[in-house]
């Protein structure tokens, strides 16, 4: 049996804020686990406006580091979140109950090949969001710091 995964723009407006919000209040109890894979917390700064911003991502693993993907479902622009982590590296992590600051940064040419590919067996539509879009989509490392 497969999972239907809904597309972009097929979820109401907010979601991401109403899922953050819970994933807060349980410690990850309720919206870690999210459609078939495991979700964490990046909480970026602002580059414009200097305020916290929390976006609720799927994540893998490499080793000890975290891997998030700056899909935005294949749009043409960066998400937001991406764009804020390269103006400020240094973010926050919440994985359950673990906070934890960490230092970002996009895979390198060399590194992204083996990191689109264990992103892409934890999301297979990320394959599709990539052939939807001109711009190459980045695989971020989380480091904890």
């Given at each position: 049996?497969?999972?239907?995964?809904?597309?972009?723009?097929?979820?109401?407006?907010?979601?991401?804020?109403?899922h953050?919000?819970?994933?807060?209040?349980?410690?990850?109890?309720?919206?870690?686990?999210?459609?078939?894979?495991?979700?964490?917390?990046?909480?970026?700064?602002?580059?414009?406006?200097?305020?916290?911003?929390?976006?609720?991502?799927?994540?893998?693993?490499?080793?000890?580091?975290?891997?998030?993907?700056a899909?935005?479902g294949?749009?043409?622009e960066?998400?937001?979140?991406?764009?804020?982590?390269?103006?400020?590296?240094?973010v926050?992590?919440q994985?359950?109950a673990?906070?934890?600051?960490?230092?970002?940064r996009?895979?390198?040419?060399?590194?992204k090949?083996?990191?689109?590919?264990?992103?892409?067996?934890?999301?297979?539509?990320?394959?599709?969001?990539?052939?939807?879009t001109?711009?190459?989509?980045?695989?971020?490392?989380?480091?904890?710091?």
């Amino acid at each position: 049996m497969s999972t239907v995964r809904p597309g972009p723009g097929s979820r109401p407006p907010g979601w991401q804020q109403a899922h953050a919000k819970r994933y807060l209040e349980t410690g990850g109890r309720d919206g870690h686990d999210w459609e078939g894979v495991t979700t964490l917390l990046l909480t970026t700064t602002g580059r414009r406006s200097g305020q916290p911003r929390t976006t609720p991502l799927i994540y893998g693993r490499a080793g000890d580091r975290y891997l998030v993907v700056a899909s935005r479902g294949g749009a043409p622009e960066h998400p937001g979140w991406y764009q804020n982590l390269v103006a400020q590296p240094e973010v926050y992590v919440q994985v359950m109950a673990d906070r934890f600051k960490a230092r970002a940064r996009t895979a390198s040419t060399a590194e992204k090949p083996a990191l689109w590919k264990t992103m892409t067996a934890i999301w297979p539509p990320y394959e599709e969001y990539q052939a939807r879009t001109t711009r190459e989509i980045p695989v971020v490392i989380l480091e904890r710091v």
